[in-house]
């Protein structure tokens, strides 16, 4: 097949290995990635805080950066920005009154899946360790992002992938449902409200004994990882698809490196700031 990369925002400009991670593991299954170059903002940002006139041309160059490019189906490892391209997109589009702009948003969102469930629903991915060489000798747990559990009805498409990775010990997260407190411009609208969901999902993690939590959001590990630093715990965070894409020949981060690839590699090498 012939995929679209989505990026995403945070992941284009904080956590570029997570896009190399999704890439790798593509690929590794035989398939073209292709980037279409106009893509940006997916907009979800300005739509969840209820700016839609402000998310009208940023929703309209999304669907004209996809609609640009020669793909089957597009994926982008982020459950909520998936969701908005799936859900709000045409939605938003309907409310202003633009018929046209809704039904080449709604023909965009159809093609577009997060990571987990375009291995698992379209690919045939059930054995991470036997389909992809994954490998991760770590002892981990996993949180549930918002947006993908009540919006795209993942369900355990992330964890189970988790599983099946030679290596991996994957501890049950006590109240996983629970919100992180993120919540994009809630954590900081709401920033008390949000510390305090933030402190009970890491007293959760912490619990588990797992030496890294693992999500399929950057947003909400960001936000998870952040907490944890401040609180002065080992305990980091990493994005499923990297750990899917780690292998025996080119691990990933272990568990205490760092949040994202630069910095692990950085510390891991001992050229932290240069």
């Known amino acids: 097949m012939k995929i679209a990369l989505f990026a995403t925002c945070i992941v284009d ?5 997570t896009a190399r991670a999704t890439v790798s593991i593509l690929e ?3 398939h073209d990635v ?5 893509q940006a903002c997916c907009g979800q940002m300005h739509l969840n805080s209820g700016y839609f006139p402000e998310a009208v041309p940023v929703v309209r160059n999304h669907v004209e950066a996809f609609e640009a490019e020669d793909y089957d189906v597009a994926v982008a490892p982020s459950g909520s920005c998936v969701a908005s391209v799936k859900h709000q997109h045409a939605m938003l589009a309907r409310s202003v009154g633009d018929s046209d702009l809704e039904s080449r948003a709604a023909a965009v969102g159809a093609r577009t899946y997060e990571l987990s469930a375009l291995l698992t ?4 991915v059930t ?12 002892r981990i747990t996993y949180h549930p992002s918002c947006h993908g559990m009540r919006l795209l ?6 964890a189970n992938l988790l599983r099946t990775v030679e290596g991996l010990e994957l501890e049950p997260l006590p109240e996983a449902d629970q919100c992180c407190g993120f919540g994009g411009t809630f954590s900081l609208k709401n920033s008390d409200v949000s510390s305090a969901m933030l402190a009970d999902k890491n007293a959760n993690i912490t619990a588990t004994g797992a030496q890294l939590c693992s999500g399929g959001d950057a947003s909400c590990l960001m936000h998870i990882g952040g907490g944890l630093s401040r609180e002065g715990s080992s305990i980091t965070t990493l994005h499923f698809a990297e750990i899917l894409a780690s292998t025996h020949d080119h691990p990933a981060p ?3 490196a760092g949040r994202d690839g630069a910095r692990s ?6 050229k932290a700031g240069q």
């Open 13 to 17: 400009a904080m956590y570029p290995s």
């Open 28 to 30: 590794r299954l035989g």
């Open 34 to 38: 292709v980037f279409p170059a106009g």
């Open 121 to 124: 629903d379209v690919l045939g």
């Open 127 to 138: 054995d991470a360790a036997a389909q992809l060489g994954s490998w991760y000798p770590h």
């Open 153 to 158: 009805r993942l369900g355990d498409r992330q």
């Open 254 to 256: 272990p568990p205490g």
């Open 265 to 270: 590699t950085a510390r891991l090498t001992g």
